[in-house]
């Protein structure tokens, strides 16, 4: 497998993230390099074998649905880029 | 004072030798002289770690301290400490001053009484393994400066090996612990998943992250491990099981002791210096009483490819939090919404967060998940079954912890494949779910090598003893590098 440029710049959108031309021929070069490494995992058959998305067989509990934050607001947004009347800003979306 | 362990740096507190403030100080000293060469430490606040040791003298004298107050420790800048600029080693937090304590923080801190002499250098988003990923710059082996520490927990090594603080935790994700503990001559744990909680370590990939303290020797980590594990209803993965006190079993005789040698460990692939050091540890054993067995772990050849499809899709949703709107950097200028996403997180990201996340987004995406994703997934339970059969006839596992000592700064950075290898050994743990130690075994052309040990899940005070007992018939966990008197 092999990505084109077009396709790491299609994945760099997807993922939000800005990439010029040139950034995108650099990337490309070492994304390939990296998804040598990862086809090793191709030749192995693992039909029939459970996908394990986590080390520990456990389900996730369950708690009363009862409040247990207090309210900090003001200190959670006083790290924000820009606030206004308890607001994230952003730039317009709907004209 | 400086090259005292946790056990007798508490001896020395509660005689009143020494009192918080005064160790604290003289921590903090080390690092205004040595840290602007080695860069171990990204924030240093001497006016909240005082008022910290203060504290701790207070509850000394008072009589209510517990085995740990007053000891001062650094802290891996992926925890989020109330007051504290956290900033994983990444732009993107560079000025992020954390509204509220991880777990682990709180636990340490609060409940424990240590000390947090400041927050230390990292792979950014702990990715890395060289911690050359680092916005804040790469940190310098003490061992000798013009190599790699390690990483990601690279900054909390070299402040341990400098001796800039007595110990530090760490979190490990590929290795991430483990590795830069064995490049610098240090004793690392990594937990079984979901022993230390989650809350506040800020994520790179969730179901492989585990936080975990490093020290000089593995009692020191054992009693980090005391004040750091513990079920915690914030962290989902969190797992509700009895305290333990992990310094039980230290002193425990390590007669009929089963260890296993993977086979896989001990082929091509590891340097022959790296080689000879694991083998004269495992000759240590043989002389403690262990009987030596033979065991594979046939897909773990597999487990670095696995890794870098499940960490990096992980990562790239993680990661999605960071873009300019409620925290963290926010692009200049931008024009949209879109181009401010887009701008944000082009400039707040490092190239190899970037890259992982790229791969995190491609495998996810649609008509490759399939291929990439679920197949990884499938190789994680191969893997992990390995670990299920290899433990049927050993206690521990026990192997080197990386296949080179520390590695000149540069030499891998290009490469991001070659960067990738140097987690070989690691990273299946973290794929199982199990926990790893990495404890020091010998030298090689001057540079530590680090032993690795591997257990069954939730056997950390088994690996621990294991560790002890070595340590106490070896000599190598109390080499201190030079120049840094």
């Known amino acids: 497998m092999s990505l084109t440029p077009e396709q790491v710049k299609r994945i760099a959108h997807l993922a939000r993230i800005e990439v010029s031309e ?64 308890g607001l994230y800003l952003v730039p317009k979306v709907i004209e | 004072m400086i090259d005292k362990t946790l056990k007798q740096l508490s001896q020395a507190l509660a005689a009143k030798e020494v009192s918080s403030v005064e160790l604290s100080t003289l921590f903090l000293d080390r690092i205004e002289r040595l840290n602007p060469d080695i860069n171990a430490f990204v924030t240093v606040d001497r006016e909240k770690t005082l008022a910290m040791a203060a504290a701790a003298d207070a509850r000394i004298a008072a009589g209510t301290a517990g085995p740990l107050t007053g000891i001062p420790i650094a802290q891996k800048d992926i925890f989020c400490a109330e007051g504290w600029r956290t900033t994983c080693g990444s732009k993107m937090l560079a000025d992020f001053v954390a509204p509220y304590d991880a777990t682990v923080i709180e636990k340490m801190h609060r409940d424990a009484g240590l000390v947090s002499l400041g927050k230390t250098n990292m792979d950014e988003f702990a990715m890395g393994s060289s911690n050359e990923t680092s916005f804040f710059g790469p940190v310098k082996n003490p061992w000798d400066r013009t190599r790699v520490p390690g990483g990601s927990s690279g900054g909390s090594a070299a402040a341990i090996a400098a001796r800039l603080a007595p110990a530090a935790t760490g979190t490990d994700t590929g290795g991430s612990i483990r590795q830069p503990a064995a490049l610098c001559n240090l ?61 039980r079993s230290l002193e425990q005789p390590l007669a009929g002791l089963r260890i296993g040698l993977p086979k896989e460990f001990f082929a091509a692939g590891c340097d022959a210096g790296v080689m000879a050091a694991v083998q004269e540890a495992i000759n240590e054993y043989r002389r403690l009483g262990a009987t030596i067995v033979d065991v594979s772990l046939p897909n773990s050849h597999l487990s670095v490819p696995a890794y870098y499809v499940i960490a990096p899709a992980e990562a790239s949703s993680n990661l999605s939090r960071f873009d300019g709107v409620r925290y963290g950097y926010r692009a200049p200028d931008y024009g949209n919404l879109d181009d401010m996403y887009m701008k944000t997180r082009a400039q707040g990201f490092g190239e190899e967060v970037k890259r992982r996340i790229l791969i995190g987004t491609y495998v996810l995406s649609h008509g490759y998940y399939d291929a990439y994703y679920l197949q990884a997934q499938r190789i994680r339970r191969l893997i992990a079954n390995d670990f299920v059969d290899a433990f049927k006839s050993c206690d521990v596992i026990l192997g080197p912890t990386s296949p080179t000592t520390a590695f000149k700064l540069g030499e891998k950075s290009a490469d991001p494949v070659q960067m990738y290898l140097s987690d070989i050994y690691t990273i299946a743990v973290n794929l199982a779910g199990l926990p790893g130690m990495a404890l020091p075994c010998g030298f090689a052309g001057g540079l530590p090598v680090g032993l690795q040990l591997i257990g069954n899940y939730f056997d950390e005070a088994r690996l621990l003893n294991v560790a002890h007992r070595y340590q106490q018939a070896t000599d190598w966990h109390q080499r201190r590098p030079q120049g840094i008197e």
């Open chain 1, 22 to 85: 040139s950034e995108a021929l650099t990337t490309q070069g070492h994304l390939n390099g990296i998804f040598e490494l990862i086809e090793q995992m191709q030749a192995v058959d693992t039909t029939g074998v459970e996908p394990m998305a986590h080390a520990q067989d456990v389900s996730q509990r369950l708690r009363p649905d009862a409040v247990s934050e207090a309210d900090r607001r003001a200190a959670y947004q006083a790290v924000a880029p820009e606030t206004e009347a």
């Open chain 2, 187 to 247: 004793t690392g744990l990594k937990p079984t998943y979901g022993v230390v909680s989650r809350y506040g370590m800020i994520a790179y990939a969730s179901s492989l992250d585990q936080g975990g303290p490093m020290g000089a020797t593995a009692e020191d980590c054992a009693l980090l491990l005391n004040t750091m594990a513990g079920f915690d209803a914030r962290d989902s993965t969190s797992l509700e099981r009895p305290a333990e006190d992990y310094t």
